[in-house]
């Protein structure tokens, strides 16, 4: 997580990791909000944006192996997921990009806003590109939108269609930026 000029950004290489396929999608998205509600809003106004990119769906959140499925262990994952994405402050824009509508469906359970949910191909370099592409033009125009005062939003992927550029921000005075992978 940074909380600096979007220009001086370093590069996220090496901060995830991926154990035979398994994907922690709630955890991640937990870790993700967790360390952005680190960041102080004591001095000036601040927005969050928060973009999640993941190729697959839950299956390894709250352990050392994949759970697929075993509520013992995602129930709890699942109620604290729903938690913080229902108390989000109007300030907060959480988005998702997942690879099929089982996804989409399964995102917007956890909280997502269905607006904030863009579906990707994450079998092909093309929908690699494509996917950036979406980020870019997701992340333009929330900072188009922060220019015009609005502070957070449910219809991210909407506003990117219409308005392309960059993503994966967060802005208070200058522009800036945090995000998480999974």
Not at 74 to 82: E, M, S, V
Not at 86 to 104: E, F
Not at 111 to 120: E, K, L, R, S, V
């Amino acid at each position: 997580m940074w909380d600096m000029d979007v220009k001086h950004l370093s590069s996220m290489r090496g901060l995830y990791r991926v154990n035979n396929g398994a994907t922690v999608f709630i955890e991640a998205s937990l870790k993700s909000l967790d360390d952005l509600g680190h960041i102080s809003e004591e001095y000036g106004e601040h927005s969050f944006l928060q973009i999640v990119v993941t190729d697959g769906e839950e299956n390894a959140s709250g352990g050392d192996r994949r759970h697929d499925g075993d509520m013992t262990i995602l129930g709890p994952w699942l109620d604290r997921i729903a938690a913080k994405m229902g108390g989000l402050a109007d300030h907060w824009t959480s988005a998702i990009l997942v690879p099929n509508s089982l996804a989409k469906r399964t995102a917007q359970n956890y909280g997502f806003p269905a607006g904030n949910i863009a579906i990707w191909d994450a079998d092909s370099q093309e929908g690699v590109e494509e996917a950036i592409g979406t980020v870019r033009a997701a992340a333009t125009s929330f900072l188009r939108a922060r220019e015009q005062g609005v502070r957070g939003t449910k219809n991210l992927s909407r506003s990117a269609r219409t308005s392309p550029s960059t993503r994966c921000g967060r802005t208070s005075n200058r522009y800036r930026r945090t995000s998480t992978g999974c």
